[in-house]
């Protein structure tokens, strides 16, 4: 596919994530935004990047409305693993106060998957990077919380806030999959679909 005719892809976003939006409007996209309902749900027996798609899918399969032809719907999902486990938006102060700390001094992926749908064909891919924190202070955790308030962010922080300038030592891998949107190749696989 021309560029020109990949820039004229009109993009559905079904995200209320301020941060897809502005990616995909950088990317050079016309973007619309749609709200969907439904229940971030984990399923039984599947791993990281499988969870991860799986709710990609989930939220892209709840959008019902007929999609155009020249259109794509995209949905995401992001999650952070530590340890094995999936630590997904926090609830309140408590379990953000929690993960920062469960994240501090150490080593973690982010895991931010992709379903794109068009009225001829449908695609679900993922993207992995790991991040290293140093060890943050209680005084740190703190005032980032009350500061920023990251109860909308998978792991309670977002790469390109304050948290991220001062205590990411290190990553490895695409920095816009861990800020929830893997820009790269969101960018190449739309240039092999059918719309």
């Known amino acids: 596919m021309h560029l020109s005719d990949l820039l004229s892809v009109k993009i559905i976003l079904a995200s209320q994530s301020p ?3 502005q990616l995909l409007k950088q990317m050079g996209f016309e973007v619309v935004t749609t709200k969907i309902e439904v229940e971030e749900k984990a399923k ?20 019902a409305l007929p999609i155009e032809s020249g259109s794509v719907l ?19 102060k408590e379990q953000a106060m929690h993960y920062l700390e469960m994240l501090s001094g ?16 449908e695609t679900t891919f993922h993207s992995v990077a790991k991040v290293y924190f140093r060890t943050l202070t ?15 962010k998978a792991g309670s922080y977002g790469i390109q806030e304050w948290i991220g300038l ?10 816009y999959t861990i800020m929830g949107l893997p820009c790269n190749k ?10």
Do not use: W
């Open 19 to 21: 941060r897809r939006l």
């Open 138 to 152: 209680l005084e740190e955790m703190n005032y980032y919380i009350d500061c920023f308030q990251p109860f909308d």
């Open 166 to 175: 001062i205590g990411i030592e290190k990553i490895e891998g695409d920095y």
């Open 74 to 92: 995209v949905t995401a999902d992001t999650l952070v693993f530590v340890n094995g486990q999936a630590l997904g938006k926090p609830r309140n």
């Open 44 to 63: 039984e027996g599947l791993q990281d990047f499988e969870l991860a798609e799986h709710l990609a899918k989930t939220k892209n399969h709840a959008y």
């Open 106 to 121: 150490r080593e973690h992926r982010v895991i931010t998957a992709c379903t794109l749908r068009s009225c001829h064909q």
């Open 186 to 195: 969101l960018f190449s696989t739309l240039g092999q679909m059918k719309i």
